[in-house]
Each structure stands twice: as C-alpha cells, then as structure tokens.
C-alpha cells in the first residue's frame, strides 16, 4: 500500500513539475472565488456571509524562487446580521502580492490590498437603504495566503485582513475575508 502510495504521489508531481514558470516570465490567471467575509471591531450580532468573486491576477516571475502579482477582482463581501439583516458590499480589489515559492508548484503570498468600494447596501426583509456614502472611498487590507498549482490549474487560499477602517464614522469596523479560488494560469 505505501508503495503504491508513493507511486501515486510521485507520478502527480512529475505531472504538475511544469506548473511553474521560468524567470522573466509572464501569466495572466482569471479566477473564480468564494468569499467568507465578515466586518470585525465595534459590531455586534453578526456572523460571515458567503460571497463570490471574480477576476484575473498577472505575475511576473522573478526568479525560481519569487514572483510578484497583481490583480482586479470584483468581491462581494459584508456580514450577516440578526434574523434576516445583511450588509452587502460589493468592492474592486487590487491585490499585490510577492509570492515565495516554498515548494515546487507550491507558493506562500503577502502583500497589500487597496480596494475601491462600489456597492454598500444595508437590508432588512424587503427594505434596503442604500449606505454608499457612510463608507470610506478605498480600503486597504494585507493578503496572507498560500497557492497550489496543478498543471495549469491554482488553487489559491487566502485570508484579507482589513487595516483601515470601513465606516467613515468610527474607527473600529474592519473588513475580514477568507477566500478560497480556482483559476487557470495562462503564460504569455
């Protein structure tokens, strides 16, 4: 059993060993994601929300070892509330990221993420008001997450952890995301 076990895994890994770029190169890779997103601090009675998001991230690969990406994404992201209240944002995200390849195909990510809001909307059964303005214009969040890549195919999981405030009234309210995505790398 551990022999073909290990037949297995080797066989995958020579599969996937061409996953990773060469130095200098470029990719492009649209993503689907889901979102688990939640608001933190001052707030009270709420709970994750489930979300998607869409979008594509270019890399330039530095070396062996590091690349460097950026990306738009557009995240549905908020909180669920008591009975049926939700707090729906929806926001351009920018995410730069420095990726640490650890392993082969296997990669380690921090960075920065400003994000643009689009969409604020508070709703409470059939009523929904329209908070655009009480949230600050561009929020900024820092990326922490790891990526696989399978042939083409990445599989990437990250949280976003909010540094600045959402509300444009009090301080305390950050965005908080775990997202898990699926996208198809494309070298050009």
């Not at 594509?56 to 460097?68: C, F, K, R």
């Not at 009480?134 to 929020?139: M, T």
């Not at 820092?142 to 890549?149: H, N, T």
Request: hydrophobic share 45%; glycine share 8%; net charge positive.
């Amino acid at each position: 059993m551990k022999k073909l076990l290990t037949m297995a895994v080797l066989m995958v890994a020579t599969l996937t060993a061409s996953a990773q770029q060469e130095p200098g190169s470029w990719s492009v890779t649209p993503k689907v994601v889901m979102n688990l997103s939640n608001l933190t601090g001052d707030i009270s009675n709420n709970s994750m929300k489930v979300g998607l998001a869409a979008g594509a991230e270019a890399m330039y690969q530095i070396n062996p070892l590091v690349g460097v990406s950026a990306g738009l994404l557009y995240s549905m992201q908020g909180c669920s509330g008591d009975g049926d209240l939700k707090l729906n944002y929806d926001f351009l995200n920018i995410p730069v990221l420095a990726n640490f390849y650890v392993a082969p195909n296997f990669a380690l990510k921090v960075g920065l993420q400003p994000a643009f809001v689009v969409s604020a909307k508070y709703k409470s059964g059939k009523q929904e008001l329209d908070v655009k303005d009480n949230l600050q214009s561009l929020e900024l969040s820092v990326p922490i997450g790891a990526s696989y890549e399978i042939s083409s195919f990445v599989i990437d999981a990250r949280y976003n952890l909010g540094i600045s405030k959402v509300n444009k009234h009090d301080g305390s309210i950050r965005n908080s995301v775990f997202q898990i995505s699926v996208g198809y790398k494309i070298p050009f």
